[in-house]
């Protein structure tokens, strides 16, 4: 990153200021949008950042000295402060922000010395990601949208992908179980999408990649109820039993699933909680004991390498709208 200069340093000096001046204003900072983390004196920087830009001044050393000449007019940026949409400012209140934005520097160098230039740096690089942040999505990039993609990613996001690729698959991952995306092929994919249908590999180098949709990841990985088939469970919990799997191995929980393929598995709540607790507190180990037919089977099956995985890769809905966590939505 390119060290500030001095003007620049200045010019960001005087947006703190004047944004202080819209925190004083009640409920003011209350109005503006921002990351929920964001303080009022973000959320403010940010507001006037984003009026100067629709005013054609931005953070850079030219747009400052565009600020102070006179080709630059107190009623174009009235118009832009106080008439351009809520929140607007009060007239008062945009007449001192308008006085701190074209007066003097506010620390005469005289008087402090200058902050540290990666301290400088590091602010200028928060105001950058805050104006992006209040950009509409639609006036992103491509690459911007894509640095923040992931399995956390907020809707917005994922659905201006699918609109800008037409709902057609152009992920590419470097690394599935990683979820790392293969920037410069994804990015290639979803200009191709936007024009015609796209394949569901690609190759890239001398690997052949699955291609996903966006808002598909491929290392998501979901388990079933060892006793309903089909029955996702959240966070550990069967909405169908009523009860949690949370803290029972893989290899009970597989045992459980070959007690319910054996038409073993109990229908009593008091003799299925017995068994979810067995299940925990002693595994496999306990439940043979108790069902030692369905521990022949288990055997045999684990032998042949046959042994019930209960995962499914994604929880992604269906086409029509059914609900992944609901009995009769098996995925694998």
């Known amino acids: 990153m390119n060290t500030p200069t001095n003007e620049v340093i200045e010019f960001n000096e005087k947006v703190v200021e004047a944004a202080k001046v819209l925190e004083a204003i009640p409920g003011f900072c209350g109005m503006l949008n921002g990351d929920h983390d964001w303080s009022d004196a973000d ?5 006037v950042w ?103 990613v907020s809707s917005s996001i994922i659905e201006e992908l699918e609109k800008r690729s037409k709902n057609r698959p152009f992920v590419v991952f470097k690394d599935e179980a990683e979820g790392t995306i293969d920037t410069e092929a994804t990015l290639r994919l979803l200009k191709e999408a936007r024009k015609r249908e796209t394949p569901v590999h690609y190759k890239v180098a001398d690997s052949l990649k ?42 009970a929980r ?34 043979k004991g108790d069902y030692p037919k369905v521990y022949n089977r288990f055997k045999e099956l684990d032998t042949e390498d046959r042994l019930p995985s209960l995962k499914s890769r994604t929880a992604t809905a269906e086409p029509d709208g059914s609900d992944p966590f609901s009995p009769g939505n098996k995925r694998y």
């Open 254 to 287: 597989q045992f459980c699933r070959v007690i319910l393929d054996e038409g073993e598995e109990p229908h009593e709540k008091p003799s299925l909680r017995q068994l979810i607790n067995t299940a925990r507190q002693g595994g496999d180990d306990d439940l």
């Open 43 to 47: 959320r403010a920087r940010a507001y």
């Open 210 to 251: 699955r291609v996903f949709v966006a808002g598909d990841f491929p290392a998501q990985v979901f388990y079933e109820c060892p006793l309903h088939p089909g029955v996702l469970l959240f966070d550990g919990y069967c909405d169908e039993c009523g009860h949690t799997w949370e803290g029972v191995s893989n290899e």
């Open 50 to 152: 984003k009026r100067l830009s629709q005013l054609g001044i931005y953070q850079d050393e030219e747009s400052y000295e565009l600020l102070l000449s006179d080709d630059c007019h107190e009623g174009e940026a009235r118009r832009i402060f106080c008439e351009n949409g809520e929140p607007n400012i009060p007239p008062i209140r945009f007449k001192r922000v308008w006085s701190i934005l074209k007066g003097a520097s506010v620390k005469p160098e005289a008087a402090v010395s200058a902050p540290a230039t990666s301290d400088v740096s590091a602010a200028i690089e928060g105001m950058a990601e805050m104006i992006q942040a209040n950009k509409p999505l639609g006036q992103w990039t491509d690459e911007d949208l894509l640095k923040l993609y992931s399995p956390d």
